[in-house]
């Protein structure tokens, strides 16, 4: 009896040390059944080696072990309380937010203004019933020029003029290429806006040597230059506001015949003459004209049975008018101060 009576003392004081060390819930389950387990526990064994013990000592070593089972499971209880408050508190400190932390504000973007400007304008567009299209900008010699009426000879294809990736391919000046795949692929009649980026060897206050182009074309049955000048009055009205004027001067152009320089009434003076339309109260804004019969050929058209036009504008020129921005540079140097402007 005597040694049972030392082994629930040594038993206790174990069970303190290991108590005094626990720090999670985790770590408290398993001395808990590690001790108070009903099929190995600590006190179970006790109490199966209670049934070797003689009948005289039996009560009294009866009355120890279910002491040390009381002193177990009160030291737990208190224990589980005690972590079960820490565990909280520190649950509370993660969700706890300083208020009077100064707070951060954060950056707000914004539409570049020539997105917006060609967004603007696609939106104009597509409210007329014109649809989307897209194509490349590496592209081959025929598509940029030669499908376009432009020979070899012509002076757009001069080097200082173009980018030449190789004898028979350039980054397109321009984006009539994509009339041509619009043509190709597809069978009159159909109204069709091209927006992309175009290259060319010019770079000043007013030039890019990258810049954004939209070109319109509209193809199908008695297409008239009536029409034409229908499209752009339309088109410039809902651009510039109701008051604005269309006046068109002859001009030329490989693909178009008859062609044309379309001039907008002065957005700055309404017309009377000021600085930006250097006292003329009209601005240039974009060309246009009515396909000429060759490139209707060189898709495969009849020209007898279908008509067209088409038109191009620079969507730089277009934003600068607009927000009266005297250097195109500023649209790529990326200076937040003017860019947020637009915001």
Known sequence: MKQVLEKIEEYKKQFEEELNKIESLKAFEELRVKYLGRKAGIVKSLLDLLRTVDREFKPKLGQEINKFKVFVEQSLKEAGETIKKKQQEL????????ITLPGFKGLEGGKHPLTITRELIEEIFVSMGYDI?????????????EALGIPKTHPARDTQDTFYI???VVLRTHTSNVQIH??????????VIMPGRVYRKDADITHSPMFHQIEGLVVGENITFQDLKGTLDTFLKKLFGEKARLRLRPSFFP????????DVS???CGGEGCRVCKGSGWLEILGAGMVDPVVFENVGYDPEKVTGFAFGLGVERIAMLKYGISDIRLFFDNDIRFLKQFR
């Open 255 to 262: 693909f178009t015949e008859p062609s044309a320089e379309v």
């Open 166 to 168: 190789s004898e028979d």
């Open 182 to 191: 619009v043509m190709k692929t597809r069978k009159p009649p159909f109204k």
């Open 91 to 98: 649950e509370e400190k993660k969700k706890f937010f300083d």
């Open 133 to 145: 299209a897209s194509g490349p900008e590496v592209e081959s010699d025929w598509y940029n020029f």
């Open 266 to 268: 002065c957005i700055m």
